[in-house]
């Protein structure tokens, strides 16, 4: 059973990371509703390890084209310098936020913001702010053109995400949006920038909550990650094709649904 609970947080972790509807709110919920430990902020930060592995698999042709400066194309390096520049720059409020809150309110979003009815009231705003996104204006910006303030806008909202329920992809990707991107390069841009913050957050949680993994054991954390990584990377491919093509319809109505959902089983 141990092993079936971590791969049922692999498969929600994966799956719902870079889907815009929120890993937090699903972990927490569906484990609520199937009647298992709901992992909690630790264990699902330490999962997302999987994630992260993930996207390095899946961009590892974008990642290995980060050129040195010794590239005899010195554009090649210019532009994926300045990529590097603004997921740097896009990470820079979320671990300010996060840190400020793991130092003086550790307990905070636990206590606060990680019931049911707050995940489901939380649901219903993130579907009207990506219908807002999603009724915007077709953008021209892209991997190759943007510029360091929108990099830093995006990353602001992705801030949000540290609040279960906000959906990190989810802010990102509609926040791009907004601000003009295209719709391909805004999910890349937002899986990219999501490497260092998720990155972050697992290695803070594990630290931070060491005694508590090495009680669970290191084969069931071990086929959680397998499972979450699988997943993600079926995630990442599913959302960049479907994405592209269909814009965040699907996910507005899915967040709807899941937060009446919710408050019905209140």
């Not at 092993?3 to 927490?28: C, D, M, N, R």
């Not at 936020?97 to 649901?123: E, H, M, T, W």
């Not at 303030?149 to 329920?165: E, R, T």
Request: with cysteine.
């Amino acid at each position: 059973m141990e092993y079936l609970k971590f791969i049922l947080y692999g498969l929600i972790q994966g799956l719902t990371e870079f889907i815009p509807v929120s890993s937090t709110a699903h972990l927490k919920v569906i484990s609520h509703f199937l009647g298992i430990d709901d992992p909690g902020a630790s264990l699902s930060a330490t999962i997302q390890f999987g994630s992260v592995l993930a996207i390095a698999w899946y961009f590892k042709s974008d990642i290995l084209n980060f050129r040195s400066k010794s590239s005899k194309k010195f554009i090649n390096f210019f532009l994926n310098e300045r990529l590097l520049c603004s997921i740097f720059i896009g990470t820079i409020p979320i671990v300010v936020l996060g840190g400020c809150i793991k130092l003086f309110v550790p307990y905070f979003f636990d206590k606060v913001l990680r019931s049911n009815l707050s995940i489901a009231l939380v649901s219903f705003l993130m579907a009207f702010f990506m219908y807002l996104a999603d009724s915007s204006k077709k953008g021209s910006i892209d991997i190759n053109n943007h510029n360091y303030s929108s990099s830093f806008l995006i990353g602001f909202f992705q801030a949000f995400a540290i609040i279960p329920g906000v959906s990190r992809s989810g802010v990102t990707i509609s926040s791009a949006l907004i601000s003009g991107w295209e719709r391909g390069d805004a999910a890349k841009f937002s899986f990219l920038l999501g490497m260092p913050a998720i990155s972050i957050a697992a290695v803070v949680e594990f630290i931070s909550s060491f005694n508590e993994f090495y009680s669970l054991g290191f084969f069931p954390l071990l086929i959680g990650l397998i499972t979450t990584f699988l997943s993600s990377l079926f995630a990442i491919d599913f959302l960049l094709k479907y994405f592209s093509s269909n814009g965040l319809k699907l996910f507005i109505i899915y967040r709807i649904i899941f937060g009446v959902v919710i408050l019905l089983n209140l």
